[in-house]
């Protein structure tokens, strides 16, 4: 499985960005995907996710109310939406595909975010 996230960028405090995480590669019939992120010095740490058939989406406190997950599976790929952005949502955006049984974690390559104050 190969993901590739896109939409990263430097954005003002307040501005808007919307990632992209597109999958290739095996499919599946049980996953969830979701969106994780690392600022420099601190561990890295879930920010949202999604089951692959929407059904259920998960927000993280820090960013609930600002921050959306969606997918759509015609593209294979997994959004997020990203509005009110604070100069603390700073650092490098992962996604995650994880397998539900059995459990297979796929990561991809990060996408920088930057938020200027």
């Known amino acids: 499985v190969q993901l590739q996230a896109s939409g990263g960028g430097l954005v003002q405090a307040g501005g808007s960005l919307r990632l992209s995480c597109a999958a290739s590669g095996r499919t599946f019939s049980n996953y969830a995907t979701g969106w994780f992120r690392q600022a420099p010095g601190k561990e890295r740490e879930f920010v949202a996710a999604i089951r692959w058939n929407g059904a259920n989406k998960y927000h993280a406190d820090a960013v609930r109310g600002r921050f959306t997950i969606s997918r759509d599976n015609a593209k294979n790929t997994v959004f997020l939406q990203m509005n009110s952005l604070k100069p603390e949502d700073t650092g490098v955006y992962y996604c995650?595909?994880?397998?539900?049984?059995?459990?297979?974690?796929?990561w991809g390559e990060g996408t920088q975010v930057t938020v200027s104050s």
């Open positions: 995650k595909l994880s397998t539900i049984n059995p459990t297979e974690d796929y």
